[in-house]
């Protein structure tokens, strides 16, 4: 319940033109629920750059964005819902997910995008189970800055608008500070979504659903020539996952939870609970603490991605015509297909990190030879390419070489790059360039965003997050601030877990 003290100021209610489709699909669909109102929200972080790019009034007082972020003040235009799905969790089948603890407020056209505008954390729902529908400030936090921080890698995701701080504590293992968390998507639509119709065998919601998602993200599809247009949207999102792997691989980002229900049909990064990135290189890291088996280990990723795939296609299946076996048959050969594209994919930016032309001969051994160095030296993911691309400037060969606990194989690892380096069309300077317009300097760091969890959730200060923010906002810049942003934990702050915090 709102503050009964506080006094109630009368707050601008239109600040963006809603424009909803997702409400006007059957009721099956969703829930029409408001957002729970909170005791006393205050605003932590307004994304004001987001919020101009969605046409939204960005000047109001503070007050106005943490009554509507809190859901307290519903705007004007809103249709506040909440999602119906399904989903494979860690390879078994919930045949009923959907928004426990979210409602999207309604959607936002600008000329480029569609967007949902989401509350995480905003109460109960019919999906909630035996879920409180909150959320605790350090997962708010953590989506926050990993989300935006993957929007400047060039990474497709989803964005934070505003995280806001309730005044309300929350049950978990111990009682935490809650918060919410306004989600800016190109959807919300995910892999789960289809599963929960087929598992019902409703053909008619499936094909409802992939029709709507065919016009508001592959709307390409309908004016193409197509054997069938369900084949051509199941080709276009495993184009679209495949892409998204491998610039996840690119950087180490490791998602934990690859559910289906956490898969999005448009090809975001999304639901960012014990996601993490991996400091030395190790295809079998895992961090999420649920993660029992490394089901969803970094070097699993691009399986997991196809695995997810045929779930789709599976859903996707009664969509073609009994009479249709060639047809059926093609849809076999995507999910084939996956795999090699996944992997060209990741070969292209991995070549590419290290300043080569996956198709120039010997260019993927030369790599392949220089991540198992990396791993049996536990050389840093990121600093280690970074420092790479020294080697072509002015700063030389000795970060990039202190990164090894052996030398001389690095050193001779080192010599065979370089010949391939003078082998290549481009001059140096031109490599050096596209090198460090790849590798990153700075990545959110476990340890670091577990510094701007702590101080919020402990002190109520969230400088150390906006501080963190801004200079992950341009990972590809050395920036004047104190080395610890682009170095690996010292082992007193080593992080070794990551919690859903759900
Ligand atoms: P997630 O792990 O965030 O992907 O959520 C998996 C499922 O659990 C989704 O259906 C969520 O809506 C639901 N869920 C997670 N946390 C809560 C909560 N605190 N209250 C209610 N439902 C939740
Ligand atoms: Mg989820």
């Not at 059957?26 to 932590?44: D, T």
């Not at 978990?172 to 500070?177: A, H």
Request: aromatic share 10%; glycine share 6%; hydrophobic share 35%.
């Amino acid at each position: 319940m709102p503050d009964q003290n506080k006094q109630t100021i009368e707050f601008k209610k239109n600040i963006v033109n809603f424009d909803n489709s997702y409400s006007s699909l059957p009721e099956i669909f969703y829930q029409r629920i408001n957002p729970v109102p909170v005791k006393s929200p205050e605003l932590i972080i307004f994304n004001k750059n987001l919020g101009k790019n969605l046409g939204m009034d960005i000047e109001q007082p503070e007050e106005c964005y943490a009554q509507i972020f809190s859901g307290n003040i519903i705007p004007d235009g809103a249709s506040p819902i909440a999602l119906t799905y399904a989903g494979h969790q860690f390879g078994h089948f919930v045949g009923q997910l959907g928004d426990g603890r979210a409602v999207l407020l309604g959607e936002v056209n600008t000329p480029k995008q569609r967007h949902d505008i989401q509350l995480k954390g905003s109460g109960q729902t019919q999906f909630s189970r035996q879920g409180d529908g909150r959320s605790a400030l350090g997962p708010v936090i953590r989506e926050y800055i990993l989300s935006e921080a993957m929007h400047a890698l060039n990474i497709p995701t989803t964005r934070s608008l505003a995280a806001v701080s309730t005044g309300e504590e929350v049950v978990r293992e111990t009682l935490l500070p809650g918060a919410i968390l306004t989600r800016v998507a190109k959807s919300h639509v995910r892999i789960g979504t289809f599963e929960y119709f087929a598992a019902r065998q409703q053909w008619d919601n499936v094909k409802i659903l992939a029709d709507y998602a065919i016009e508001r993200h592959y709307p390409e599809i309908k004016t193409s020539p197509n054997p069938n247009p369900y084949l051509a949207f199941l080709k276009a999102v495993a184009e679209k996952q495949a892409t998204l792997i491998a610039k996840w691989m690119g950087v180490g980002f490791i998602h934990g939870v690859m559910n289906t229900d956490n898969s999005s049909i448009a090809g975001e990064t999304i639901d960012y609970g014990p996601c993490a990135f991996m400091d030395n290189y190790d295809p079998a890291t895992v961090f999420s603490s649920i993660d029992h088996h490394g089901r969803y280990s970094f070097g699993n990723q691009p399986k997991i991605a196809q695995w997810n795939i045929a779930c789709l296609a599976g859903c996707l299946m009664t969509l073609i015509d009994d009479d249709q076996t060639k047809l059926k048959k093609e849809l076999g050969k995507i999910i084939e297909d996956f795999s090699v594209k996944v992997n060209n994919a990741i070969e292209k930016i991995m070549c590419q990190k290290i300043g080569l032309n996956s198709k120039q001969n010997n260019a993927k051994t030369l790599l392949n030879k220089l991540l198992e160095i990396m791993k049996n030296n536990e050389s840093d993911y990121t600093l280690t390419f970074r420092y790479m691309s020294d080697v072509l400037g002015e700063k030389g060969d000795s970060n990039f070489k202190k990164q090894f606990i052996s030398k001389n194989e690095i050193a001779e690892w080192l010599n065979e790059w370089q010949s391939f380096i003078e082998q290549q069309k481009n001059s140096k300077k031109e490599i050096y360039h596209s090198m460090r317009a790849i590798n990153p300097i700075y990545i959110p760091r476990n340890h670091l965003v577990e510094r701007a969890i702590k101080a919020g959730v402990n002190n109520a200060d969230y400088s150390v997050m906006t501080d963190l923010c801004s200079i992950l906002n341009q990972p590809y810049k050395e920036q004047h601030v104190d080395s610890g942003y682009k170095n690996p934990a010292e082992s007193s702050e080593r992080v070794y877990k990551t919690f859903c915090g759900t």
